[in-house]
């Protein structure tokens, strides 16, 4: 499993939201020197989010993202406000690893699945989802910035990608997002389940032990591609050497 530091940026700089809310960020300084201390210490891949691209469909923090791909010399995945194909390809032809495509991936399923068709490896899928007070728990996925409902259920999401050659599957349980209270488990257990994709697992991780819990999760030989780590190393619950430690365990 691999541990793939998160830099998010809004407003040029690195931040963190608690649950996605925007009125609720905390700020970590400049995005470039942070990709430079995570490189330094041992990261293999950089996972960026323009926060306020995500919101607006705008590219409004082109520059930074820029900026740290220059800086460093690992794969960078990049996530936000690519509403349109040619935003993609711009991305995709800017220098970096992959693309991450949540509002676009829910919208416009069958041109995000012709993409990767024409990139394998380089297109991520972004299935971002809130719990619903529905009977059966129904998990809907948000768009948007994660402020609009997409009106799918996450399930139903994964079955339009099924078989086709993406890069992984973010997904994040959005309650759980920037709180360090633990990740998901049972959830990426069910998605190991019920899907052949490569699942990368986001939000709530807080500790080590959660790291090593997640890649200890197996289901009939299939284990979690990766995690995407943010706020637990950002605050110093743990330093990139260890996480990458525990996802390799």
Same mark, same amino acid.
């Given at each position: 499993m691999e541990c793939i530091p998160a830099i998010d940026i809004r407003d040029g =700089?690195?931040?963190?939201? %608690?649950?996605?809310?925007?009125?609720?960020?905390?700020?970590?300084?400049?995005?470039?020197?942070q990709a430079l201390d995570y490189v330094g210490a041992g990261a293999k #891949?950089?996972?960026?989010?323009?926060?306020?691209? &995500?919101? @607006?469909?705008?590219?409004?923090? =082109? =520059?930074?993202?820029?900026?740290?791909? &220059?800086a460093v010399s690992v794969p960078v995945q990049y996530g936000g406000g690519m509403r349109d194909e040619r935003a993609i390809l711009?991305? %995709?032809d800017s220098?970096?690893?992959?693309?991450v495509l949540g509002t676009f991936a $829910?919208?416009?399923?069958? $041109?995000?699945?012709? %993409? &990767?068709?024409?990139?394998?490896?380089?297109?991520?899928?972004? %299935? /971002?989802?809130?719990?619903?007070?529905?009977?059966?728990? =129904?998990?809907?996925?948000?768009?948007?910035?994660?402020? /609009?409902g997409g009106g799918v259920e996450l399930f139903d999401a994964l079955a339009r990608f099924e078989g086709a050659p993406l890069g992984g599957v973010v997904? @994040?349980?959005?309650?759980?997002d920037g709180t360090l209270a633990g990740p998901d488990l049972d959830g990426y257990e069910e998605l190991l389940a019920r899907t052949d994709l490569p699942i990368v697992a986001s939000g709530g991780i807080g500790a080590l032990q959660d790291l090593e819990r997640l890649a200890g999760l197996e289901v009939a030989g299939r284990?979690? #591609?990766?995690?995407?780590?943010g706020r637990a190393l950002l605050e110093g619950r743990m330093t990139v050497s260890e996480a990458v430690g525990a996802c390799a365990a």
């Open positions: =700089r690195c931040v963190r939201l %608690l649950r996605g809310s925007f009125e609720h960020e905390t700020v970590y300084g400049d995005p470039v020197e #891949a950089l996972h960026l989010v323009d926060l306020d691209a &995500a919101r @607006t469909g705008r590219p409004v923090n =082109r =520059r930074a993202v820029l900026d740290v791909l &220059a711009e991305a %995709l220098g970096l690893d992959r693309v $829910v919208e416009q399923p069958a $041109v995000a699945r012709e %993409l &990767a068709g024409r990139f394998p490896g380089r297109i991520v899928v972004g %299935l /971002d989802h809130r719990r619903t007070d529905e009977p059966g728990s =129904r998990r809907e996925v948000a768009v948007r910035g994660w402020e /609009d997904v @994040t349980d959005i309650t759980r284990r979690l #591609a990766a995690v995407v780590v």
